[in-house]
């Protein structure tokens, strides 16, 4: 769940980023027309975008990774549980049917 949380937490992240991004872009486009300020450089602009969406990929990725790992455990866990328990019971049938099943004294 911590990895959710930090996907969340980075996402949000992301967003106000971005948010940030567009309220510059806008403040600055109106600063030019008043002749106060000049343009930031697009190539910039996007460059960070997609960087800090390469981020939240990454950050997903590794939550569906950890997500899978854990679910091949858990299969493999009970494939190993009903093969022993299987494997005993069929011992024990084996055992009463050939009439060993009970210790005398």
Request: hydrophobic residues 35%; without cysteine.
């Given at each position: 769940?911590?990895?959710?949380?930090?996907?969340?937490?980075?996402?949000?992240e992301?967003?106000?980023r971005?948010?940030?991004?567009?309220?510059s872009?806008?403040?600055?486009?109106?600063?030019?027309?008043?002749?106060?300020?000049k343009?930031?450089?697009?190539?910039?602009?996007?460059?960070?975008?997609?960087?800090?969406?390469?981020?939240?990929?990454d950050?997903?990725?590794?939550?569906?990774?950890?997500?899978?790992?854990?679910?091949?455990?858990?299969?493999e866990?009970?494939t190993?549980?009903?093969?022993?328990?299987?494997?005993g019971?069929?011992?024990?049938?084996?055992r009463?049917?050939?009439?060993?099943?009970?210790?005398?004294?």
């Amino acid at each position: 769940m911590e990895r959710m949380s930090t996907l969340t937490d980075q996402f949000s992240e992301f967003t106000t980023r971005t948010q940030d991004a567009v309220r510059s872009w806008a403040d600055t486009v109106q600063s030019v027309t008043t002749g106060q300020a000049k343009l930031p450089d697009a190539h910039v602009v996007v460059d960070r975008y997609f960087d800090f969406a390469q981020q939240v990929l990454d950050g997903q990725r590794a939550v569906v990774s950890t997500v899978l790992d854990a679910g091949t455990k858990a299969a493999e866990t009970v494939t190993d549980t009903v093969t022993s328990k299987a494997a005993g019971a069929t011992k024990a049938a084996t055992r009463k049917t050939s009439g060993t099943g009970t210790t005398e004294s």
